[in-house]
């Protein structure tokens, strides 16, 4: 039983990371980048659809994004998608290509997005912490039950910690790796 709880914790914990990898991709950082224009959604003859479902995205260099989309027709909205998103880009396009430069980060600009990158890795420890508090109630209850004994609750609630602080120093490398990355860029 306790192993399954641990588990648990443990898959909860991977999709938490995951999660916050996803964000983090999201985050402009000066470099180009597609995940950037993932989710941003176009209007596709009436109906909004995910960016990557009209076009080929290509990164051709690290300051410029490129899209190519399926059909000529579908230049304009995507160009209205883009200048609309609150991604602060500016595509040209010469008829066939859809240019989106990646204009390089100011220091105000940047520190406004490590910032962004901090409550991020914090929102994941929040959800770490949430889910090691359902572990422990969880663990708390089977003793109550009696499916537990005493020291065995005591031995999972310790390894229960563990793990957490395990994945609360997995979140803060990520974060400081991803800082890094905006600085620098």
């Known amino acids: 039983m306790l192993t399954e709880l641990i588990e648990d914790l443990r898959e909860n914990g991977e999709s938490t990371l995951k999660s916050l ?5 999201k985050v402009r950082t000066g470099r180009a980048n597609p995940a950037m ?11 909004p659809t995910a960016l990557n479902q009209v076009g080929a995205i290509k990164v051709p260099d690290p300051r410029m994004i490129t899209i190519q989309p399926w059909e000529k027709a579908m230049i304009s ?45 914090e ?7 949430a889910h090691r508090r359902d572990a422990n109630d969880m663990a ?15 031995t999972g609630l310790d390894k229960v910690q563990e793990l957490v602080n395990e994945y609360v120093k997995k979140v803060g490398e990520i974060v400081v790796e991803k800082e890094t990355e905006i600085m620098e860029s």
């Open 77 to 121: 909205p995507i160009e209205k998608g883009i200048i609309a998103s609150d991604l602060g880009l500016n595509p040209s396009n010469d008829g066939i290509l859809i240019r989106i430069p990646i204009p390089p980060l100011t220091g105000e600009r940047r520190r406004d997005l490590t910032k962004q990158v901090r409550d991020m890795g």
């Open 37 to 47: 224009l993932e989710g941003l959604k176009v209007d596709y003859y009436g109906t």
């Open 140 to 154: 708390k209850a089977m003793e109550k039950d009696g499916e537990l004994s005493e020291d065995a609750l005591h």
């Open 21 to 25: 990898r996803r964000d983090l991709s």
């Open 123 to 129: 929102k994941a420890k929040v959800a770490l912490r």
